[in-house]
T-cell receptor
Framework: GAVVSQHPSWVICKSGTSVKIECRSL??????MFWYRQFPKQSLMLMAT?????????EQGVEKDKFLINHASLTLSTLTVTSAHPEDSSFYIC??????????FGDGTRLSIL | DAKTTQPPSMDCAEGRAANLPCNHS???????VYWYRQIHSQGPQYIIH???NNETNEMASLIITEDRKSSTLILPHATLRDTAVYYC???????????FGKGTHLIIQP
């Protein structure tokens, strides 16, 4: 149980384009979803926390207008990187939880901006 | 910044028990100790968590000291597939985001 799926697993796109990443909880309804980012040889950094039907809470230093998060249902959250630039290239990982249960993570999306 | 301290790396022989220590001397009374691991280029995998009692599941055992200032994750019979970065994290659980430190890179030697 507790399977989280992320799509796509990797994407390459040109600078200035927008990229949408999907995160789905496949076998449970997630009350809260999280988005993390991991640069090479570094640890995961929390970007934002998202509850279904409400606005996401962003960590300090994360631009909410650049990283749009939509959590429209209890099984789906999306992260859109708008007007992406090479410095946005990173490994983006989502997680989901229900109530007090541990967070379960997706397999991540490797984003490369040329 | 992460509030836990872990050794940066450890080696363990295949088939032996791997004991990974973690210091969390500033842990609050309502915070749990969570353990995750990350195999290269994958998302973190949940292993186990505990509040003050020792815990065991099909993957590992978690031993928490009585003062809750440190804990040890035990993989009873390590295999090559257990090679990963292991993270020890304090968290109130549920809707709290996780603060990852640098973790311990565990290398299982054949």
């Amino acid at each position: 149980g507790a399977v989280v799926s992320q799509h796509p697993s990797w994407v390459i796109c040109k600078s200035g384009t927008s990229v949408k990443i999907e995160c789905r909880s496949l076998d449970f309804q997630a009350t809260t979803m999280f988005w993390y980012r991991q640069f090479p040889k570094q640890s995961l950094m929390l970007m934002a926390t998202s509850n279904e039907g409400s606005k996401a809470t962003y960590e300090q230093g994360v631009e909410k207008d650049k990283f749009l998060i939509n959590h429209a249902s209890l099984t789906l959250s999306t992260l859109t990187v708008t007007s992406a630039h090479p410095e946005d290239s990173s490994f983006y990982i989502c997680s989901a939880t229900k109530g007090d249960q541990p967070q379960h993570f997706g397999d991540g999306t490797r984003l490369s901006i040329l | 910044d992460a509030k836990t301290t872990q050794p940066p790396s450890m080696d363990c022989a295949e088939g032996r028990a791997a004991n990974l220590p973690c210091n969390h001397s500033t842990i609050s009374g309502n915070e749990y100790v969570y353990w995750y691991r990350q195999i290269h280029s994958q998302g973190p995998q949940y292993i186990i968590h505990g509040l003050k009692n020792n815990e065991t599941n099909e993957m590992a055992s978690l031993i928490i000291t009585e003062d809750r200032k440190s804990s040890t994750l035990i993989l009873p019979h390590a295999t090559l597939r257990d090679t990963a970065v292991y993270y020890c994290i304090e968290s109130g659980g549920g809707a709290d985001g996780l603060t990852f430190g640098k973790g311990t890179h565990l290398i299982i030697q054949p």
